[in-house]
């Protein structure tokens, strides 16, 4: 019955594995953060980039949709000066008269 009472001890070969999985683990988990910071900065340029397309583009349109509406101003401007029977040549611009079959 005094031997059941004697705490085993751990075997070397194991306690060497114990602290040799240890160290590997602790790299790991170096290795991972340095691996996540580098992600986090790679993801912050990538929105950065995106934002500055973003802003390109959207100035772009912008743009674009301010000569669009000059265009439309002038033209709408000139109907107050309606000739008689240029109506529908008007209303022919805005309309898509090319023919399309339907399956």
């Known amino acids: 019955m005094s031997n059941m009472n004697i705490a085993r ?3 070397e070969f194991l306690k ?8 590997r683990l602790k790299k790991k ?5 340095v691996m996540k910071e580098k992600l986090r900065l790679q993801a912050r340029q990538e929105l950065e980039d995106w934002y500055k ?18 265009d ?12 008689p029977g240029s109506e529908w040549e008007r209303v ?12």
């Open 9 to 11: 001890e751990e075997p």
């Open 16 to 23: 060497k594995w114990k602290v040799e999985q240890e160290e």
């Open 29 to 33: 988990d170096e290795n991972e953060e």
């Open 53 to 70: 397309r973003y802003e390109t583009q959207l100035e772009q349109t912008k743009s674009t949709n301010r000569e669009a509406e000059s």
């Open 72 to 83: 439309f101003v002038a033209e709408v401007g000139g109907m107050n000066h309606i000739e």
């Open 92 to 103: 022919s611009k805005h309309c898509d008269f090319l023919y399309q079959q339907v399956d």
